[in-house]
């Protein structure tokens, strides 16, 4: 389990998240939504210790990542894996090394092993045939399943994942979710998926947060969204059109 | 002024963090051997094209000014030797390299940074600015002085092919001239110096690379400032070197 506990995040003298506190469960998909700028990736930098928090406290189980010294926090993070809003994948490797670069990094598995589990990785998350491609000659969708696989390669206990459906159509946008869906459910992952996609939302949100302006404006499940009576978050979650029109039918 | 203290206290910053044990030995050479041959190797063949052409026309304009029956003629031989040795095989190669190689550093870290692939290396636990950053500085220190060499034998190779047909000078004179009152030394300081620029040029680019924000405008920002910043660093230390060393 993740704690977030009065997190604050200053940068020069703007503040960007206000006296956060949240608390993130295993086996379940917790989202984090909000406006563009809101401070969803900044609470998750954070979080990931990407950036360092002005003040307050993240535990990791109970310990502290913003006590931690710096050998070990490389420990912790080898237990965390990332998938980045853009991939992140290392253009100058094939999808097959991008994925063995952690193994190879941090597990002292031959050669052959290491090609196997990323096979067994890639395969998981559908990808076939394209093991020896660059992230270049591979689609967006594809690219961001290679950056799932890296991100599950070593076992993950926590799994953190920045837009990963931006930028994709409709389809392939469902088909990362229910693959960060599913495999969180498979390996028991504390997944905090950030996302402004409503659609995600309701497909795989088991615990959402809404920040608004950098600060906590409500918590709660998918089901509860429509009723949170939270003025912000009905705006956010009303803003189409289509949204209002499916509030219009419920409240008939 | 405060900008400059500013850059050079996280420039030592960064080279602190790049100087520590890599996380994997293998890894480390496996990297050092691909930025040997993305930055060394092919940089050859603009080192030795450049050398030649300035070695013959460093031959030609010294016969040009040497144009005195009281001088001797083998002067324009080891007037040219002396200036590839001392001047332009170091320094100015330095400086042609810091346009190629340190333009490259910078935008390739720049764009990773990005990308948030360097994010996704910190990410993992490992030591980007290790992993990325030292096996650049490795291979390129590591590799110049076989740079320096190569431009030393084509410049003075050039100029004898510009013997062949320059009024006043004859291929037999020039390579007297070459091959007259040699100061070995002369070579063991142009390579001290090349080694000095190399980790300037790769250190001083990999730091504006590293740092880069923003999108491509600021890649290419940063790919400005590395060439820029460290080949003014290189000329200084031309001179500090000079002094110190002869």
Same mark, same amino acid.
Do not use: H
């Given at each position: 389990m993740i704690e977030v506990k009065n997190v604050c995040k200053e940068f020069s003298s703007q503040k960007?998240?206000?006296?956060i506190c949240a608390e993130f469960l295993p086996g379940k998909t917790n989202l984090t939504i909000g406006q563009? *700028? /809101? *401070?969803k990736t900044v609470l998750l930098k954070c979080i990931a210790g990407l950036h360092n928090v002005s003040s307050g406290d993240i535990l990791y189980d109970g310990r502290s990542f913003t006590a931690m010294n710096e050998k070990q926090r490389k420990e912790i993070r080898k237990e965390m894996g990332m998938v980045f809003q853009g991939g992140? !994948?290392?253009?100058?490797?094939t999808v097959e090394e991008n994925v063995m670069f952690p193994l190879e990094m941090f597990t002292h598995m031959t050669y052959d092993e290491r090609r196997e589990r990323a096979h067994e990785c890639l395969k998981r998350v559908n990808?076939?045939?394209? &093991? @020896? @491609?660059? $992230?270049? &000659?591979?689609?967006g969708g594809m690219q961001k399943r290679v950056a799932i696989a890296r991100a599950i390669a070593l076992n993950p206990k926590y799994l953190y994942c920045d837009e $990963?459906? /931006?930028? !994709?159509d409709p389809v392939t946008s469902i088909v990362i979710d229910n693959l960060i869906k599913d495999i969180t459910i498979e390996y028991n992952i504390t997944t905090i998926v950030n996302t402004h996609d409503m659609n995600s939302v309701m497909e795989i949100g088991d615990k959402i947060i809404f920040i608004y302006k950098g600060k906590k404006f409500w918590q709660g499940t998918s089901s509860d969204i429509f009723q949170s009576g939270v003025k912000e978050l009905d705006d956010f979650v009303f803003a189409s059109s289509r949204m209002k029109q499916i509030r219009a039918l419920q409240q008939k | 002024m405060l900008n400059i203290f500013y850059h050079t206290g996280r420039y030592f910053l960064l080279l602190k963090r790049v100087f520590?044990?890599?996380?994997?030995g293998r890894v480390f050479l496996r990297q050092t051997v691909r930025e040997t041959i993305n930055m060394g190797i092919s940089s050859i063949g603009i080192v030795l094209i450049i050398s030649m052409f300035m070695g013959a026309v460093c031959a030609i304009q010294m016969a040009y000014n040497l144009q005195?029956? %009281? %001088?001797?003629?083998?002067l324009i031989g080891l007037g040219t030797r002396e200036t590839l040795l001392l001047e332009f095989s170091s320094t100015i190669v330095a400086l042609i390299l810091a346009g190629k190689v340190g333009s490259n550093i910078a935008s390739e870290l720049g764009t990773m940074r990005v990308t948030e692939q360097i994010d996704a290396l910190e990410m993992m636990g490992v030591n980007s600015a290790c992993y990325l950053i030292l096996p650049k500085i490795t291979a390129f220190v590591f590799f110049i002085p076989v740079l320096t060499i190569f431009s030393m034998a084509i410049g003075l190779l050039g100029g004898y092919v510009a013997s062949?047909?320059?009024?006043?000078?004859t291929p037999h004179d020039y390579v007297v001239g070459i091959t007259?009152?040699?100061?070995p030394f002369y070579v063991t300081y142009s390579l001290i110096k090349s080694l000095f620029f190399a980790f300037i040029i790769a250190s001083v680019s990999s730091y504006h690379g590293y740092y880069a924000g923003g999108g491509a405008l600021e890649v290419g920002k940063a790919s400005t400032h590395a060439v820029v910043h460290s080949s003014i660093i290189v000329l200084l230390f031309n001179l500090i070197l000079t002094k110190l060393l002869l």
């Open positions: 960007v998240l206000n006296d563009s *700028g /809101s *401070g992140a !994948l290392f253009d100058s490797n990808i076939i045939n394209a &093991e @020896k @491609k660059y $992230p270049a &000659e591979i689609s $990963p459906n /931006s930028g !994709l | 520590s044990r890599p996380e994997r005195n029956p %009281i %001088i001797p003629r083998y062949f047909g320059t009024v006043g000078l007259s009152f040699f100061k």
